[in-house]
T-cell receptor
Framework: NAGVTQTPKFRILKIGQSMTLQCTQDMNHNYMYWYRQDPGMGLKLIYYSVGAGITDKGEVPNGYNVSRSTTEDFPLRLELAAPSQTSVYFC?????????????FGSGTQLSVL | AQSVAQPEDQVNVAEGNPLTVKCTYSVSGNPYLFWYVQYPNRGLQFLLKYITGDNLVKGSYGFEAEFNKSQTSFHLKKPSALVSDSALYFCAVTRGTGKLIFGQGTTLQVKP
């Protein structure tokens, strides 16, 4: 049982490049989330999904896109990377009905846009 | 709008002493409150939650938190700190959806 797996762990992008951050979970969780963590700012919710085929915006969705074609996978797409997207990105998942606020986090992706 | 505030960027405590990490919240209606811990280069881990009931909530690793409605606070406590408790601690709030709003985090340093 691997939990929540994120790849890659580190990435450097040039301004204007695009990339996809991968996230997969093997706990059969319905809910999945993408957060970004900036120093002194806590975590901000980018997008979330309550099940396959359903996604919705969080607090800071601009510049990102997501899809949820399966229960297990929730990739985050960055189009036209900008320096403001330099951050640590965390994927998380939780149950739907019980303890849905108990999030299980991946180990993060550290992204630098130069 | 919901929000949480952690007024201290860093808390320093000697091993064996009690520790408190502060959190205040702002939410309309009944809050669901949480504490998470982050160790270096790791994702966040759930520590404890308050939904309803007893104001003193017990969680993982000997931590507990006290819900105080009149002061809109949810401070994290531990009677005797360990060096291994050194980490970044986040308070969070939700209205029951699972979309958590996190505070900015407090670094706890426990010195031997």
């Amino acid at each position: 049982n691997a939990g929540v797996t994120q790849t890659p762990k580190f990435r450097i992008l040039k301004i204007g490049q695009s990339m996809t951050l991968q996230c997969t979970q093997d706990m059969n969780h319905n809910y999945m989330y993408w957060y970004r963590q900036d120093p002194g700012m806590g975590l901000k919710l980018i997008y979330y999904s309550v099940g396959a085929g359903i996604t919705d915006k969080g607090e800071v969705p601009n510049g990102y896109n997501v899809s949820r074609s399966t229960t297990e996978d929730f990739p985050l797409r960055l189009e036209l990377a900008a320096p403001s997207q330099t951050s640590v990105y965390f994927c998380a998942s939780s149950y739907r009905d019980r303890d849905n606020e108990k999030l299980f986090f991946g180990s993060g992706t550290q992204l630098s846009v130069l | 709008a919901q929000s949480v505030a952690q007024p201290e960027d860093q808390v320093n405590v000697a091993e064996g002493n009690p520790l408190t990490v502060k959190c205040t919240y702002s939410v309309s209606g009944n809050p669901y409150l949480f504490w998470y811990v982050q160790y270096p280069n790791r994702g966040l881990q759930f520590l404890l939650k308050y939904i309803t009931g007893d104001n003193l909530v017990k969680g993982s690793y000997g931590f507990e938190a006290e819900f105080n409605k009149s002061q809109t606070s949810f401070h994290l406590k531990k009677p005797s700190a360990l060096v291994s408790d050194s980490a970044l601690y986040f308070c969070a709030v939700t209205r029951g959806t699972g979309k958590l709003i996190f505070g900015q985090g407090t670094t706890l340093q426990v010195k031997p």
